[in-house]
């Protein structure tokens, strides 16, 4: 079976470029400490921005006063009245102000800015400004967000909702043997990038707004300034620095950000830079949705699944922001890699009076999948079968329907990935020895299991409505640079970009370079998000490389040119024609069917699979849990940097470890309390087990050179498969995470007999 | 990060083998001095509180926390950033090693997990994983899961033993 491991020192294979690890482009800056991040930049002129903050969760602005002790003549102040345009960070639904005006709806909420040339000064300014509030009573938890006895967005504080049904659901509960229901909960994760959110924005009353910041998306900035400043396309350039790690937090918010450092600049008429230290950004900015999912699933007596019901439940915050695309992602993975027969899954996301919740790499699906395989685990456990066994028998296989009444047509083979994930493992072996020996002594060992996929690129219809456009340019010294608005924040796109164009045009890798991305040079290749830059991007970049050296050969380039040849061919063009620019814009493969309003067809042009097994030990004088081996298998298509694949994957696990075991939010009427690393925390490399990595290729039809997204899909398996891990290794179960010390503690001291059926057993009709 | 009390004053130091004065409160941290008035930018901000060890440099060959060091104890004292690791244009044998097993991805935590690593390899020649592991913990990552430092770190140490 070809199931290979990773070394770090894979030999570059003389062929292909496609395949091996070359030095990561930006590599050489990043390890001298020559990179430039935004905190690292300082124009002439330059002053400093701040943010007032609302102190409670929902009220009215009464007044606004200042401390007569400051100087305020030396600041500048901005409040809602200077802006230009509308007071709406445009998103999807454009309901958060960029300045609260009347009304606040959540702690930290942004409600005027402070700027002043010494940066120490400004803390205490802010402390200055005082807001004097009329208090309205808020909603912190789904449960008070579903009960409506107050209503603090919308009609029903309900962002937006899915249904997707398939099959008839009600008939299928009088075929059931057993019915299984299960609750399961996932709290907020903080994204935790070691670079806070940061951006320098510049004002010009002829040329407009610049901001430069650290960030995945410039559209998404250039969208959210155009409508605030009210100003033409061209006059808003957004660049993007290097950017210090995003995982999905620096989607959305950089919009926020940026309009205030744009307001601040506007005003003063100086630069602003507005970098948050870091106890600000983990109490202002967006974290992972908290989740609650139930199940209710029919099941026959030899462990098939017949169908079920799914309520997925997410909680966004006081804003809508991104929650219906988040909301979507969890709903079309809420069934995870199983096949139901018939299923009706009702999904929904509701405000409560926190920060709002926002996007963190897997998007909704580590929240839905994490009940799906604790779920599994409940089902095997009544049906009296082992969890592999359950598995194995629901696996979606070639030619399966999902949830979304998508069929597969790509090879896959769940039933393989599972075998040989065990087998890495250990597994069968531990499993015996840990039974034995944790009769014994206060350490407590156990294997878990989390079979899932990912799907690659926006949903359904979304990849449509990019309608992304890459560009290829072939320069006047011969070389050639790629022009996309993909961001580089640590995950490779401008390595494996370059390589895919590099293979594709038989040229060196370092002959292709990759332009900065800056609006005013490249063009919208979509955001950087959702597993799609190598596979939606990448086979964008590949296109557009091959017209360009159709348009060297059309003049007169041989078919069979050497990289010289090549080179020779770009440079005389670009004399005697100018630039040499061809571009790629997405088409939709034919056969894409997808319904938005039932929620039905074509989820993703492709998914990626996967079986994690985690090995955990418990330490019953503690309660504390750590994980000791940790094996990662996936099919993600080709492996086009096998080193950076490896990287995406370890971090990703990592993430997981955290997000099960160690990172909790605490909240208080929607503030976070922790906001530090120091009580909030993530995983050392002390920390953390051997993450073994293994990927299986079967051949995909749709990414470049046959790559599937990878990004997300590590973030989904780690936490269900280590809460499988602790329920075997103590016999409760583990339904709600993260799981801390005294989490352990008390599941323990309810310790009741385990997982009774829900229902009896009954008889088939 | 309240205004520095007290006068500016004359604080003389070496930095990557380059005598070195400033004018600086004498409570300011020493993080934002390589920053902001060496132009030092490789020491890099990520908590101001100790946790994360991004701002790490070398202070008489000890490694600390540049946010939390006030630059008065600077004076006298011999300070390596990752700017001064490597001799002339080349790259420290670390450098290497992070470029070549991907040790480095958004980059944020490289230049003082390296200064970290270096810290090590120093005193610990041939490390063992469990020493790797413990040298780095206080200095975090959030992009490799720190699988590919480990490996980076203990290629660097076999390749400085290898005559």
Same mark, same amino acid.
């Given at each position: ?765 | ?19 070195? !004065? ?8 020493? %993080?934002? &001095? @390589? ?6 930018? +490789? =020491? ?36 390596? !950033? ?8 080349? %790259?420290? &044998? @670390? ?6 097993? +991907? =040790? ?48 980076? &770190? ?10």
């Amino acid at each position: 079976m070809p199931v290979k491991g990773v070394q770090g020192d894979d030999i570059l294979d003389q062929k292909h470029i496609v395949g091996t690890s070359v030095p990561r482009k930006e590599g050489r800056d990043k390890v001298t400490g020559r990179a430039r991040y935004v905190d690292d930049m300082v124009l002439p002129g330059m002053i400093y921005g701040a943010t007032v903050r609302s102190t409670i969760s929902r009220g009215r602005i009464k007044a606004i006063r200042f401390d007569p002790g400051i100087e305020w003549s030396e600041f500048v102040v901005v409040t809602a009245k200077d802006i230009p345009g509308k007071n709406r960070v445009a998103l999807i639904l454009d309901d958060q102000p960029c300045l609260a005006e009347d009304t606040v709806n959540h702690p930290e909420e942004p409600i005027l800015l402070l700027a002043h040339s010494n940066p120490h000064l400004l803390p205490k300014a802010v402390q200055g400004v005082s807001i004097e509030y009329e208090e309205l009573p808020a909603v912190y938890t789904i449960e008070e967000s579903e009960r409506q006895a107050e209503i603090i967005w919308g009609t029903d504080n309900t962002f937006k909702t899915y249904l997707v049904e398939k099959g008839d659901v009600d008939a299928v509960w009088d075929k059931a043997d057993y019915i299984v229901e299960g609750e399961y909960t996932t709290g907020a994760q903080e994204q935790l990038y070691i670079e806070n959110n940061g951006v320098i924005a510049k004002f010009d009353p002829a040329d407009g707004v610049t901001i430069w910041g650290s960030l995945q998306c410039p559209y998404y900035v250039h969208k959210a300034l155009l409508s605030l400043f009210n100003l033409p396309e061209e006059k808003v350039r957004v660049v993007q620095t290097e950017t210090g790690g995003a995982f999905g937090g620096k989607e959305e918010y950089p919009s926020m950000i940026a309009g205030h450092a744009a307001l601040l600049a506007m005003k003063s008429g100086r630069p602003v830079k507005i970098v948050y230290d870091r106890a600000e950004d983990m109490v202002a900015t967006t974290k992972r949705h908290p989740s609650r999912t139930r199940h209710r699933t029919a099941v026959s007596k030899d462990g098939r699944i017949l169908g079920g019901e799914i309520d997925f439940t997410i909680d966004g915050g006081a804003y809508a922001t991104l929650s219906s695309v988040v909301l979507s992602r969890g709903t079309i993975h809420a069934g995870g890699p199983y096949n139901w027969p018939t299923v009706r899954i009702r999904a929904k996301a509701v405000a409560t009076n926190a920060p709002p919740q926002g996007a963190f790499r897997g998007f909704g699906a580590p929240q839905s999948l994490f009940a799906m395989e604790r779920h599994i685990e409940k089902i095997a456990k009544v049906v009296g079968l082992s969890s592999i066994e359950i598995r194995r028998r629901n696996f979606l296989e070639t030619g399966s329907s999902t949830t979304t009444e998508q069929t597969l047509r790509d090879p896959m083979n769940l039933g393989q990935l599972l075998d040989a994930a065990l087998e890495s493992a250990g597994y069968r072996e531990k499993k015996i020895r840990f039974a034995a020996e944790n009769k014994l002594g206060k350490r407590k060992r156990g294997m878990g299991i989390a079979a899932f996929l990912h799907g690659a690129g926006f949903t359904g219809s979304g990849e449509r409505y990019l309608n992304s456009l890459v560009g290829v340019e072939g320069r006047a010294d011969g070389s050639v640079c790629i022009l996309v608005s993909s961001t580089e924040f640590g995950q490779g796109t401008n390595t494996v970009l370059c390589q895919i164009v590099a293979e594709t045009l038989g040229l060196p890798y370092e002959h292709i370079a990759i332009a900065q991305p800056d609006t005013t040079v490249v063009p919208n290749s979509g955001p950087t998000v959702a597993s799609r830059t190598v596979m939606i991007v990448g086979k964008l970049v590949q296109s557009a490389a091959v017209g360009l050296r159709q348009t060297l050969m059309d003049g007169g380039l041989s078919p069979e040119h050497t990289p010289e040849q090549f080179q020779a061919a770009c440079r005389e063009y670009v004399e005697s024609h100018g630039p040499l620019r061809c571009y790629a814009r997405y088409q939709e493969p034919p056969g894409v069917h997808w319904d938005d309003q039932k929620y039905r067809g074509e989820a993703y042009a492709a998914f990626a699979w996967a079986v994690y097994v985690a090995e955990v030990s418990v330490d019953l004088t503690t309660y504390q849990v750590s994980v000791k081996d940790f094996v990662a298998l996936q099919e993600v298509g080709k492996v086009l940097h096998p080193v950076l694949a490896e990287g995406q994957i370890t971090g990703g696990v990592a993430q997981g470890i955290g997000f099960a075991l160690y990172e909790k939010v605490v909240w208080r009427n929607g503030r976070m309390l922790n906001g530090q690393m120091t009580n909030y925390i993530m995983p050392t490399s002390a920390d953390l087990p051997p993450i073994r990595v293994f990927f299986q290729e079967m051949g995909n039809v749709h990414g470049a050179f046959g790559a599937k997204g990878i990004g997300e899909l590590p973030m989904d398996g780690p936490a269900p498969a280590i809460a499988n891990a602790i329920e075997e290794a103590l016999g409760v179960p583990i339904d709600s995470i993260p799981v801390l010390p005294e989490d352990i503690f008390e599941a323990l001291a309810h310790d009741e007999p385990l997982a009774a059926p829900i229902s009896a057993p009954r008889t088939a009709l | 990060m309240g205004k520095p009390s007290a006068q500016r004053r004359e604080i003389a130091f070496v930095v990557n083998g380059e005598p070195t !004065t400033v004018t600086a409160f004498p409570m300011e941290r020493l %993080l934002d &001095v @390589l920053r902001r008035d060496l132009g030092l930018t +490789g =020491a890099k901000e990520g908590c101001g509180e100790g946790e994360c060890g991004s701002c790490s440099v070398l202070m008489d060959g000890a490694l600390v926390n540049s946010c939390l060091v006030p630059v008065a104890q600077a004076a006298g004292v011999n300070i390596v !950033t990752i700017e001064g690791l490597a001799a002339n244009s080349s %790259l420290h &044998v @670390l450098q290497e090693t992070f470029l070549a097993y +991907g =040790a480095a991805q958004c980059g944020i935590c490289t230049p003082g997990m390296i200064l970290a690593a270096s810290h090590l390899l120093d005193k610990t020649p041939s490390p063992t994983l469990a020493n790797i592991r413990e040298a780095l913990a206080g200095n975090l990552c959030r992009c490799t899961g720190y699988m590919q430092i480990f490996r980076a &770190v203990a290629e660097a140490a076999r390749r400085r033993a290898a005559p």
